[in-house]
């Protein structure tokens, strides 16, 4: 007989099961043991409640995560590219300090899955002091699993409408290593990206000893696109640190040739996440770049698409798993 009950050779103290299949709880061969037997707590009367979802990738949601976000409801995916430095983290921080701040004109702050994600992120932000501005208001992106994109999780109310959207803090050497040897295996979920911001540091294009060379890159980049992604999604060129001056739409020029010689659609956006240069206020130019970064959802997602039809062809979740899949 096992401790925890009366009844011969029953386990139930060891493995959980009772030999007579009644529940734990409320076997009377049990109970009468754990009568004579005090104290002992009791089963609990109700199960455990569910834990929330573990983010184990620097709190950032893991692409199942974001999938089973994307299978809940319709989400906007934001693929993030750029060399190390480029802003990328910094415009992630920008937005999310102006969602929690009320400081968009036609979005507001309605929920987010990664909020400790985007604390973790934004603390350099948050806590630098007006008179001794930092050098760095972000620290460089290093990913806990560096196999693996994290995908950070904004819901922004715009009126009657809530728009999730899904956009990995991914670190440069990402796109660097896309660039120089093809590596591509942790960017497959840029052919489900409803667009693609190139994201390029402004004053690296202000500065003539410096342009030449980090437009060469954008185009290798654009052409590694075409060759790895399947269809590729509308790409805006985001030129950070607006607020040191604005990029004359000639220095871009040949990126915006190289992408439509491609057939690929291309916009060009100015940022500033921060305005420590004074020239624009913080956070310059964020609300327009999540604006046009919205694709025309249908009302409710079908189930089962029907063939020949633009926008289910490419948003609905079939095609998510196919991908997936195919990866
Ligand atoms: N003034 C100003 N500084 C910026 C802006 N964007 C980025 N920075 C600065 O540039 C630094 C680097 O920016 P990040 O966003 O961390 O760069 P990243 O592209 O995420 O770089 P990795 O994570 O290394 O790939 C930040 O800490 C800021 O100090 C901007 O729009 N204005
Ligand atoms: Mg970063």
């Known amino acids: ?21 009644n529940p734990p709880a409320t076997c009377s061969f049990r109970m009468k043991e754990l009568a004579d037997d005090v104290p002992v707590s009791p089963e609990p009367p109700l199960p ?47 937005l999310y300090l102006l969602a929690s701040k009320a400081k968009l004109k036609e979005f507001s702050f309605a929920d987010s899955r990664t909020l400790m994600a985007f604390n973790e992120i934004s603390q350099g932000a948050l806590d630098w002091n007006e008179d001794d501005p930092p050098q760095q208001f972000t620290q460089h992106t290093e990913l806990a699993d560096d196999r693996m994109p994290g995908f950070l999780h904004l819901r922004l109310r715009r009126g009657e ?4 959207f899904l956009l990995p803090d991914l670190p440069g050497e990402w796109s660097q290593s896309f660039i120089d040897k093809n590596r591509k295996d ?17 004053s690296q294009l202000r500065e003539p000893s410096t342009r030449q060379y980090v437009v060469h890159r ?23 640190r607006r ?13 915006i040739q190289e992408a439509e010689q491609q057939n690929l659609k291309i916009s060009v956006a100015q940022i500033a996440s921060f305005g420590d240069q004074g020239k624009v206020d913080p956070g310059y130019g964020i609300e ?25 062809e490419s948003r609905a979740m079939l095609r998510y798993r196919h991908l997936e899949h195919r990866g």
Not at 187 to 199: C, E, K, N, Y
Not at 246 to 254: N, R
């Open 288 to 312: 327009a770049l999540m604006r046009d970064c919205r694709a025309i959802a249908p009302d409710s997602t079908p189930t089962w698409p029907a063939s020949g039809s633009d926008i289910e």
């Open 48 to 94: 455990k409640p569910e834990r929330n979802p573990s983010l184990p990738h620097s709190r950032a949601l893991t692409p199942e995560l974001a999938q089973d976000l994307m299978c809940e409801r319709y989400c906007t995916l934001v693929g993030i590219l750029g060399d190390p430095d480029a802003g990328k983290t910094a415009a992630l921080v920008s």
């Open 1 to 21: 007989m096992a401790r925890g009950c009366t009844k011969d050779n029953c386990t139930v103290a060891e493995t959980g099961i009772c030999i007579a299949e």
């Open 243 to 255: 607020d040191g001056g604005e990029v004359q739409a000639s220095f871009v020029e040949p990126i």
């Open 186 to 202: 942790r960017l497959q979920f840029l052919s489900r990206a409803d667009v693609i911001w190139l994201m390029m540091d402004g």
């Open 218 to 240: 954008m185009q290798l980049l654009i052409d590694r696109l075409r060759a790895s992604v399947d269809p590729v999604p509308p790409l805006v060129l985001v030129l950070t």
């Open 161 to 164: 409408e809530k728009i999730d």
